[in-house]
């Protein structure tokens, strides 16, 4: 049996976890440098969301790290997504400024 699992990170701070998630297919391709929005994840920490649809936290995939990991006759496949905070513009398709 596989099992995917998506960790993403916050390089400020702590550099730690701050979502996962599981899945039984693979999550689709990032690339370094890419925009990735929260928009409304629910943090490992306890915090709850700190973002949401309309008001987006924003961030860009700094580095990705992958894993592959056998665990009680399962393998995991991890995805490491490291975020950098991102605060320039947002694009028009969505709902950034002329």
């Known amino acids: 049996m596989t099992k995917y699992e998506l960790y993403i990170c916050d390089v400020t701070g702590e550099h730690k976890p701050i979502v996962k998630y599981e ?19 629910e943090r490992l920490d306890g915090i709850g969301k700190i973002a949401s649809e309309e008001n987006p936290k924003r961030y860009v995939v700094h580095s990705i790290k992958n894993a592959v990991v056998e665990k009680n006759g399962v393998l995991l496949i991890q995805y490491w997504l490291n975020l950098k905070p991102y605060d320039g513009p947002r694009s028009p398709a969505w709902g950034g400024g002329e």
């Not at 039984?24 to 370094?32: A, D």
């Open 23 to 41: 899945s039984n297919t693979p999550f689709m391709p990032v690339s370094v440098g890419e925009r990735f929005d929260d928009h409304g994840w």
